[in-house]
């Protein structure tokens, strides 16, 4: 079967109006839907606070947001260049290059390249084409599904990724300060030095009707904890309060979402974030967001420290796998 890419219909150069399967249903369009104005995410500086001040900011933000941008990350914006000047020569390529690394969701080939495809035919599409691929740990890296071209993709992704592993590792380490256990609480119960890591560059072309589309609809990151760089063309929105707050471009920052894994680690204490992502009806956005998370057959459940009889468990224990299987299925965890 053929599937229609979303970057390709977009650069027919003749599409005014869009694909009745991209429009979403009244209650989720921009316009019924309208983010509050006036109010901005948490923004937290990995150096400038000293560490009991970096704990309360980052405990605050992950239990009232579930979400902040971290500056002064220590990862260089020479580097965060280069990795998204490697993701832009992946998708300018042409169609049948790209093809080839064409991934299929249907029969558990996840990784490679790939559009948001619905399950079934009442589902609407989303405005978006991806690369998916593992980065961490080594032995689950297949270096064949990597992009070849440009020839430095792998090169420079490894590079980010050792940089992303130094600031996981750091804010795993305030998460678990924050709840009041030791600094290497989250990380050891989330498989250690086996937690994966998976890189998903999404690329969102210019949409002739973006007040009828969705990028990616509302949802949270299954993961632990995800860490995104975008381009300079704003499209995040993050849920407060029952409101969506737009989330805008800050250079250099890291969007960290908490992601579901943290909510029923902490036992409720941090929450995932409900996110979607909007499009542009001039400019391509794209983001490169990197997943941690724990291996697929740890067990993942409150974590015992947290769970008394005035805090009851309010999640099942079940392995990461087992917790994929039902988010991916929409199947009650």
């Keep these: 079967m053929t599937i229609e890419r979303v970057q390709a219909l977009a650069c027919t150069g003749n599409l005014k109006e869009l694909p009745e399967k991209f429009i979403r ?26 560490d009991d001040l970096l704990v309360k900011e980052i405990h605050k933000a992950c239990s009232e947001w579930g979400f902040f941008l971290l500056k002064d990350h220590g990862i260089s914006f020479g580097l965060i260049e ?3 000047e490697v993701g832009m020569e992946f998708f300018n390529q042409p169609q049948e290059e790209k093809e080839k690394y064409a991934n299929d969701p249907s ?24 690369f998916f691929h593992v980065m961490s740990p080594p032995t689950k890296v297949d270096y064949q599904i990597w992009p070849q071209i440009p020839s430095y993709y792998r090169e420079v ?17 305030l998460l678990s300060e924050g709840l009041g256990l030791e600094g290497k609480a989250l990380k050891s119960c989330m498989g250690g030095d086996e937690i ?9 072309p210019p949409c002739p009707q973006p007040e009828l589309a969705l990028g990616v609809e509302p949802h949270t990151d ?17 849920w407060k309060d029952n409101n969506w707050v737009v989330v805008d471009y800050l250079p250099n920052a890291l969007f960290v979402h908490v992601g579901d894994q943290i909510e029923v680690l902490s036992n409720g204490k941090y929450k995932s974030v409900l996110h ?9 956005r794209m983001s490169w967001a990197v997943f941690c998370g724990p291996p697929h057959d740890a067990m993942v459940g409150p974590l015992p420290e947290l769970v008394d009889e005035q805090n009851p468990s309010k999640y099942s224990t079940k392995t990461y796998a087992d917790f994929r299987y039902c988010k991916f299925n929409k199947l009650p965890q």
């Design 222 to 238: 299954m993961s632990a904890v995800t860490l995104l760089v975008p381009n300079d063309v704003p499209g995040l929105q993050v």
């Design 157 to 173: 992704t490894e590079e980010y990724k050792k940089e992303v592993v130094k600031v996981t590792d750091r804010l795993l380490e």
């Design 196 to 204: 994966e890591l998976e890189m998903k560059i999404n690329m969102y």
């Design 107 to 130: 029969i558990g080939k996840f990784e490679g390249y790939g559009t948001k495809m619905s399950k079934n035919l009442d589902e609407k599409v989303e405005w978006v084409d991806y």
């Design 276 to 284: 979607r992502s909007t499009v542009n009806k001039e400019r391509t």
């Design 82 to 84: 280069k990795l998204q």
């Design 25 to 50: 249903p009244a209650d989720e369009r921009l316009e019924n839907t309208k983010p509050l104005e006036g109010v901005t995410v948490p923004i937290i500086s990995l150096t400038e606070s000293g």
